[in-house]
């Protein structure tokens, strides 16, 4: 007797999050041996995984990935429809950006749109097809504002955002908004971002969506932080903060310790913003969390620098660039570089220093980060 499906999804979900399964081959010869492919009642399981996915990927990407490859290798040998093997695919993509994997992620996106192109799209529920079609432009932007590509982010957006609205689609409109608003911060753009941000944090809270209105009010705090108003920005990262524990929400807890760090740090604080800094750093290392371990690491590399202990500037500032490259992340990795030239300077290396801040500058560029 084969396994039931959801067994047998969850079985090779593990092998493939183990690093067991190289590809999508392997997927389909796991599923085929434990009698997966065959089972009566597929589609079911395979339908079944993607409202559970949410919750996966925010605890356990590399685990959402497998289970979403399993389901998609499994639709589409069973000749599932395009609108289900795009919308496996834009889950897919969500999990490779959660582990830092921008640049496969927009590959894996960009298919799940190729997907709604064929031939067959136009026969399906266009108001599905097109719900489908924001979501997929919304997590492509993200990937693109990841990898720098900045206006090819805010082209895909902007569509995502047209598309809610017309449908009506309105909690999806203020994740839209708000990742439009991750863009214009990106862009040195505080003031845009601030009221895309304020816009999608209204709409979160007319919906009850509580970890929306988490996200948006740290995004809040951060545009705020950079427009100057740090009592504001506290605000809006101790309201984040109290959302997130009360979701248990460990990511975005240490999210919002990292940014209650900085704030700290820009008043003077220098003793509680290197708790929250430490605690931050700490949770994110449990979690596997590689870019608040980034961010949690330069603030700490820049209090160590300003204390006069550069040996110890220098380690977190690496291990944090170290971070950021792992995930194909360059602006992160040109504020790493920014922070070693400063070591560098107040060491009195100028060469070693002007090396990185040149190469800091070109990252900035690059993406267009015009406070960089």
Wanted: aromatic fraction near 4%; glycine fraction near 10%.
């Amino acid at each position: 007797m084969p396994d039931p499906i959801e067994d047998a999804f969850e079985a090779v979900a593990r092998r493939h999050a183990r690093g067991e399964l190289a590809d999508d081959l392997a997927v389909e010869a796991a599923l085929r041996a434990r009698g997966a492919l065959d089972a009566p009642g597929l589609f079911d399981a395979v339908r079944s995984t993607l409202e559970p996915f949410w919750k996966v990927v925010h605890d356990d990407p590399a685990l959402a990935l497998g289970l979403m490859t399993a389901a998609y290798v499994a639709a589409r040998l069973r000749g599932a429809n395009a609108l289900l093997r795009a919308e496996l695919r834009s889950r897919r993509g969500t999990a490779l950006f959660a582990l830092g994997k921008a640049k496969q992620a927009a590959a894996e996106l960009e298919g799940g749109l190729a997907t709604l192109s064929e031939p067959e799209a136009p026969l399906l529920d266009q108001g599905q097809v097109a719900r489908v079609r924001a979501q997929l432009l919304c997590f492509l932007g993200n990937a693109r504002i990841a990898v720098g590509e900045i206006p090819k982010a805010c082209v895909a957006l902007e569509e995502a955002i047209h598309i809610a609205r017309t449908h009506n689609l309105k909690a999806a409109e203020g994740i839209y908004l708000s990742s439009l608003g991750n863009a214009r911060t990106v862009t040195g753009e505080a003031r845009a971002a601030a009221d895309y941000y304020e816009q999608a944090l209204a709409i979160a809270r007319a919906v009850g969506n509580e970890r929306g209105e988490e996200v948006n009010l740290g995004n809040l705090g951060l545009a705020k932080q950079a427009l100057g108003d740090a009592d504001g920005a506290l605000e809006c990262y101790e309201a984040s903060l109290k959302l997130a524990e009360k979701l248990h929400d460990r990511r975005g807890s240490a999210t919002d310790c990292a940014n209650i760090g900085a704030v700290l740090h820009d008043k003077g604080e220098l003793e509680q913003a290197r708790e929250r800094y430490a605690q931050s750093h700490q949770t994110a290392l449990e979690l596997g969390d590689k870019k608040t371990e980034a961010i949690a690491l330069l603030g700490l590399a820049a209090l160590a620098r300003e204390g006069g202990n550069h040996d110890e500037a220098l380690r977190h500032s690496a291990a944090a660039q170290a971070c950021f490259v792992l995930l194909e992340d360059p602006k992160g990795e040109g504020d790493a570089l920014a922070e070693m030239g400063r070591v560098s300077l107040e060491q009195g290396d100028a060469a070693s220093a002007l090396a990185r801040f040149e190469k800091a500058i070109a990252i900035a560029r690059t993406v267009g980060d015009r406070r960089g």
